[in-house]
């Protein structure tokens, strides 16, 4: 299996670029999602969605988007994606200023699902979404990255295809 095309350039975010710019400056949160089978039998759906600023950001998530700006927001992405059986997952990406606003964010009471449990070997925290009826979500900070995946499938299978989009 490939690689992710969102692990692989999050890697090279945090092991070549420096956390108080560097490369990173340069990576957008657009070019981290994975493409059409990067995740085997995994296809976007519909266009990449994006802000640069923060009222961009609140035309798609209205009212959440205050999290993103009290910590730093500086762009976003995100993109549907369907899998078999009609199964769809999407990822969404918060570029923060800085390494330490995206931890704040992440540790921010606000962000933090309930209940939620620890996920070691991904980025420089991670965590298990449990609290949805119908959906497991995945959420981990890298660097100056805050990243979502939510797949609108709550049971094993689907919490390992969320796992695969954030490895």
């Known amino acids: 299996m490939r690689i992710c095309i969102l692990t692989l350039s999050l890697l090279l975010v945090c092991c070549g670029g ?3 710019g ?3 400056r340069s990576l957008e949160p657009a070019d981290l999602l994975p ?3 990067d995740i085997q039998g995994w296809r976007r759906s ?5 802000a640069s600023d923060p009222d961009e950001l609140y035309s798609y998530i209205d009212g959440e988007a205050v999290l993103y700006t009290d910590h730093g927001f500086e762009s976003y992405a995100s993109q549907l994606y369907t899998g078999p059986g ?3 997952l999407e990822v969404a990406v918060y570029k923060q200023k800085s390494p330490e606003d ?3 964010l992440y540790e921010d009471p606000r962000v933090v699902p309930s209940p939620s449990r620890a996920l070691e070997d991904i980025g420089d925290a991670a965590r298990v979404d449990e609290g949805g009826l119908f959906h497991y979500g995945v959420e981990f ?3 100056r990255f805050f990243v979502r995946v939510t797949v609108q499938d709550k049971t094993e299978d689907g919490l390992n295809t969320a796992l695969l989009f954030a490895i």
């Open 102 to 104: 995206a931890r704040a």
């Open 18 to 20: 420096s956390t108080s």
């Open 22 to 24: 560097g490369r990173d």
């Open 86 to 88: 009609g199964v769809e």
């Open 46 to 50: 519909g266009e990449v969605r994006t």
């Open 141 to 143: 900070v890298r660097g």
């Open 35 to 37: 493409e059409d089978d």
